[in-house]
């Protein structure tokens, strides 16, 4: 969230046009909750930190996935390469995100092996992974060692999760290259949807994730739909006795930006 025009707190939502930046975007969510988690010392907030983890995993276990950022990465330097020399382009931005990509793909480079495999050759995560997927399914009398675990001091706790996060993230920093170039790609619109609903014509062009932002006092919820011929934005409101949405029949005004690597 962030504060728009006169003081106003914007909602931004995003919407992926293809299974890879759907991916990057689940990958960059979980990240985000691991971050979270691993600033606080309580023994709750390091259990959801090791099961996030295990969600990155499950999420980046394409086999393709390290590939398609390596080369997408090197697609980039070459296109932003091209860009030496023009007078319109700051040189010390540009040196900065080329220097930038070039540490992100050497890290991903070195790493070794399938994703996650550390975790996968820890025998005792391995049993805590397994247990996890069952609702309840990591109390004390299930896993005793990891209650014990759970009972050592913050500090060695979140040093033992550090250590087993720190071989993905070189998979954190290319993907968070590859979206922020994608999300500094698109030029914003100021739309104004009729009666809640809003329809636009993509006219051949190709784009692969859309960004919707609006005012967060409106209480209106996009729901977006796209193909490669045309995006629908239609807007909902949701009851505050059971939050069942409903349509939202009114103007709304709103930014949207249609991003494109």
């Known amino acids: 969230m962030r504060t728009g025009r006169e003081g106003s707190r914007l909602i931004l939502y995003e919407y992926p046009f293809n299974e890879r930046i759907r991916t990057l975007l689940r990958l960059e969510d979980l990240f985000d909750r691991l971050d979270y988690f691993l600033a606080r010392e309580e023994p709750p907030a390091h259990h959801v930190a090791l099961t996030t983890m295990f969600e990155v995993l499950d999420v980046a276990g394409r086999a393709d996935l390290k ?25 010390d931005a540009l040196d900065a995100i080329l220097l930038d990509i070039e540490i992100a793909t050497s890290s991903l480079v070195s790493m070794s092996g399938k994703t996650g495999q550390h975790v996968r050759d ?8 397994s247990r996890s997927i069952i609702p309840g399914g990591t109390c004390e009398f299930d896993l005793p060692s990891y209650h014990a675990w759970m009972h050592r001091a913050p500090e060695v706790r979140l040093h033992n999760l550090r250590g087993w996060i720190a071989p993905l993230n070189p998979l954190r920093d290319c993907l968070r290259i590859v979206l922020r ?7 914003m619109s100021h739309i104004v949807a009729s009666q809640g609903s809003f329809q636009q014509m993509l006219a051949g062009k190709s784009y692969q ?19 490669r011929y045309m995006i629908w934005v239609r807007f909902t409101t949701q009851d505050d006795h059971d939050l069942r949405p409903r349509p939202f029949d009114s103007d709304v005004a709103f930014d949207l930006v249609l991003c494109n690597l």
């Open 122 to 129: 820890n025998d005792w995560l391995t049993s805590i992974r």
């Open 181 to 187: 170039l994608l999300r500094d790609s698109g030029q």
């Open 209 to 227: 994730m859309l960004q919707v932002q609006l005012d967060e006092t409106l209480g209106a919820i996009p729901e977006i739909s796209a193909n």
């Open 67 to 91: 590939s398609d950022l390596l080369q997408e990465l090197e697609r980039q330097r070459q296109t932003l390469s091209g860009f030496r020399n023009n007078p319109g382009v700051s040189e």
